[in-house]
């Protein structure tokens, strides 16, 4: 019974290259979230998606982030010129949402990007 | 603005000994409480959640404890062990979907 994947679990770019972290939720999960972990600092929000929806992107930076969760496929979280600043780890979770029911969220172990 | 924040940065115990880590929320309209355990290099695991109409709930060896009064919550960790050791935070859901985390607790467990 697989947990949430993602890979790459290590990447490395340099600046101004793109970055693509994928994340393939649990089975029978249809509710993909991404979160950034600076270091020593909590997870903050980026984005939530349904299958082909974007739910919220409040916590997306307004410039060369993007995420797409298709209906097929692993959701994909994008980062187009990467700056040294980028360098984090993005975390997703996926859920099972159900009306009335909680939302309770399980992270895959995560992507550590690192920006030269 | 959004916080969820934690009173200690670090937590040190003696193994057997219960560990109380404790959390703040500002916002009066949340609904959901969870509390996640991370260890180094690996994402967070889910430990043990509570909905805003309770004020207790308890799972295996950890009990989660809610004023809403005071909007605190805190884990309760039994006779914990080295195994415990690791970043505790508590995170909190609007119904929105997002969780909003607090910046962690470091639990040091001594031998």
């Known amino acids: 019974n697989a947990g949430v994947m993602q890979n790459p679990r290590h990447l490395v770019r340099r600046r101004g290259q793109e970055a693509r972290l994928r994340c393939s939720p649990m089975k029978g999960h249809s509710h993909v979230y991404w979160y950034r972990q600076l270091p020593e600092e909590g997870l903050k929000f980026m984005v939530y998606l349904q299958k082909e929806n974007i739910i919220d992107e409040s916590g997306m930076p307004k410039e060369r982030f993007s995420a797409e969760f298709p209906k097929e496929g692993p959701s994909i979280l994008r980062i187009q010129q990467v700056v040294r600043g980028d360098s984090a780890a993005y975390f997703c979770?996926?859920?099972?949402?159900?009306?009335?029911?909680?939302?309770?969220?399980?992270f895959g172990p995560g992507t550590r990007l690192t920006v030269t | 603005g959004e916080s969820v924040g934690l009173h200690l940065p670090t937590l040190s115990v003696q193994e057997g000994d219960n560990s109380i880590i404790n959390c703040a929320y500002s916002n009066s309209a949340s609904d959901y409480f969870i509390w996640y355990k991370q260890e180094s290099g690996k994402g967070p695991q889910f430990i043990i959640d509570i909905r805003s109409n309770m004020d207790k709930r308890q799972g295996q060896r950890v009990t989660v404890l809610l004023n809403k009064t005071v909007k605190h919550l805190s884990l309760q960790i039994a006779a914990t062990q080295p195994g415990d050791s690791a970043v505790y935070f508590c995170?909190?859901?609007?119904?929105?979907?997002?969780?909003?985390f607090g910046q962690g607790t470091t639990l040091q467990v001594k031998p």
């Open positions: 995170a909190e859901n609007r119904n929105t979907g997002k969780l909003i």
């Open positions: 979770a996926s859920s099972a949402l159900r009306e009335g029911a909680s939302y309770e969220q399980y």
